[in-house]
């Protein structure tokens, strides 16, 4: 069974550091591009990150550009979000999403985790 | 930056009624699009994508069409699992962004 879950999420202070995890199963991970998306409390989503699947190409949204840095280690079947320079408008939820093909272009996503909530608050 | 409009935001029905969203890209995004549902408290779930082909597992009634710079949702035949939130993505470039829709809500009449 394909499966992504995600964890590491909780209370971050503003200014502070956090990292989530997605460990995924049911499929060659190593072949797949990997994206973090997330969606504030109430609000739609919005598309924050892209791996490749060798991790050797990365893109970023504008909104975390400098402060985030997602890598992924295919020996352990994971994904990170690494999150630095932490802001009040951070708050939401965050999936990690894979790509449906193994293309190495954007792509739609098949499978998404459950979601880990991320609160920046002082 | 590609710019993903949705309408309507919300729309009211009734199980058995036939639903059309749509889904306006501010550039020609040829057919990079992908539909997807999400429910409350779920992560979303992919219904279609190159906007008409049709996701492994979803029901028929779902179906997609468009291409350029506006696209269709339709729901044809609506059941009482199909209440939920529907979300367009252009996947045309990564740079600046992958950018979703605002969303549209469908709630029972």
């Known amino acids: 069974e394909v499966q992504l879950v995600e964890s590491g999420g909780g209370l971050g202070q503003p200014g502070g550091s956090l990292r989530v995890s997605c460990a995924a199963s049911?499929?060659?991970?190593?072949?797949?591009?990997m994206s973090w998306v997330r969606q504030a409390p109430g609000k739609g989503l919005e598309w924050v990150s892209v791996?490749?699947?060798?991790?050797?190409?990365?893109d970023y949204a504008d909104s975390v550009k400098g402060r985030f840095t997602i890598s992924r280690d295919n020996s352990k079947n994971t994904l990170y979000l690494q999150m630095n320079s932490l802001r009040a408008e951070d708050t939401a939820e965050y999936y990690c999403?894979?790509?449906?093909?193994?293309?190495?272009?954007?792509?739609?996503?098949?499978?998404w985790g459950q979601g880990t909530m991320v609160i920046v608050s002082s | 930056d590609i710019q993903m409009t949705q309408s309507p935001s919300t729309v009211s029905a009734s199980v058995g009624d036939r639903v059309s969203i749509t889904c306006r890209a501010s550039?020609?995004?040829?057919?990079?699009l992908a539909w997807y549902q999400q429910k409350p408290g779920k992560a979303p779930k992919l219904l279609i994508y190159?906007?008409?082909s049709l996701e492994s597992g979803v029901p028929s009634r779902f179906s997609g069409s468009g291409s350029g710079t506006e696209f269709t949702l339709t729901i044809s035949g609506l059941q009482p699992d199909d209440f939920a939130t529907y979300y367009c993505?252009?996947?045309?470039?990564?740079?600046?962004?992958?950018?979703f829709g605002g969303g549209t809500k469908v709630e029972i009449k």
């Open positions: 550039q020609n995004i040829n057919n990079w």
């Open positions: 999403a894979k790509s449906r093909t193994v293309t190495k272009g954007p792509d739609a996503f098949d499978m």
């Open positions: 190159k906007s008409s």
């Open positions: 791996i490749s699947g060798s991790g050797n190409s990365r």
């Open positions: 993505q252009q996947y045309k470039n990564y740079s600046p962004r992958l950018t």
């Open positions: 049911g499929f060659i991970f190593s072949n797949c591009a």
